[in-house]
């Protein structure tokens, strides 16, 4: 083989490396950068799709918590009066204690997850 054909084939096979087509080996099981590339997008792109549900999915449950809490609220009486309005204002986390304005428009925390 002549320098040239060497250096040829060098320069074919380090265009394979870079840009043989997904899930295509190159070499000894060995694949492309465009083969990595284009599986670190998919990859990227279901880890955001993924993400995007979850929240999705924790904002539902936690507007549904919240109508569960309302109806409940709705129902409560506090020092023998009814509870005539009730605001949700949700901790960090949306764990812990709750604050509610109560009927007497004063401010007081009243655990309400054993009633849900």
Same mark, same amino acid.
């Given at each position: 083989?002549?320098?040239?054909n #060497? =250096?040829? @084939?060098?320069?074919? *096979?380090? /265009?394979q490396? %870079? $840009?043989?087509?997904?899930?295509?080996?190159?070499?000894?099981g060995?694949?492309?950068?465009?083969?990595?590339?284009?599986?670190?997008?998919?990859?990227?792109?279901?880890?955001?799709?993924?993400?995007?549900a979850? #929240? =999705?999915? @924790?904002?539902?449950? *936690?507007? /549904?918590?919240? %109508? $569960?809490?309302?109806q409940?609220?709705?129902?409560?009486?506090?020092?023998?009066l009814?509870?005539?309005?009730?605001?949700?204002?949700?901790?960090?986390?949306?764990?812990?204690?709750?604050?509610?304005?109560?009927?007497? =428009?004063?401010?007081?925390?009243?655990?309400v997850?054993s009633?849900?």
């Amino acid at each position: 083989m002549t320098a040239k054909n #060497q =250096s040829e @084939a060098a320069r074919d *096979l380090s /265009q394979q490396w %870079a $840009n043989e087509d997904e899930d295509t080996e190159v070499a000894g099981g060995e694949y492309s950068a465009k083969h990595y590339s284009k599986k670190s997008a998919a990859s990227a792109t279901a880890a955001t799709q993924q993400a995007s549900a979850a #929240q =999705s999915a @924790a904002d539902q449950s *936690l507007a /549904q918590m919240s %109508a $569960n809490i309302m109806q409940y609220l709705t129902s409560l009486t506090y020092s023998g009066l009814e509870l005539q309005s009730a605001q949700i204002a949700w901790p960090d986390g949306a764990t812990g204690t709750l604050t509610v304005n109560t009927w007497n =428009s004063t401010w007081a925390a009243i655990d309400v997850y054993s009633h849900l």
